[in-house]
């Protein structure tokens, strides 16, 4: 059995072009928000960058266990 090898693709954040992807606003790189499934990297990956009112919006229904987190560098 052969060992899976992730495509590299998956190992850089996707480039972030200044907006918001939900209503297009622009947001300064330390104001966006992505959702993070730590069990898997595509979904992960291709989740959008948001602005805090579009995250909200978007997963507050989810409930209060995924709240909203700041990139720190």
């Known amino acids: 059995m052969k060992n899976y090898k992730m495509p590299k693709k ?3 954040a996707r480039k972030y072009n200044g907006r918001c992807e939900g209503c ?3 947001t300064p790189a330390n104001q966006v ?6 069990s898997n ?4 990956f291709h989740e959008p960058y948001l602005c805090v009112d579009c995250y ?3 997963y507050k229904q989810e409930g209060e ?3 909203v987190r700041l990139y720190q560098k």
Do not use: Q, V
Not at 33 to 38: K, L, N, Q, T
């Open 10 to 12: 998956y190992s850089r």
């Open 24 to 26: 297009g606003t622009p």
């Open 33 to 38: 928000y992505s959702r993070i499934d730590e």
């Open 41 to 44: 990297i595509a979904i992960s």
């Open 56 to 58: 909200n919006k978007t």
């Open 65 to 67: 266990k995924n709240h």
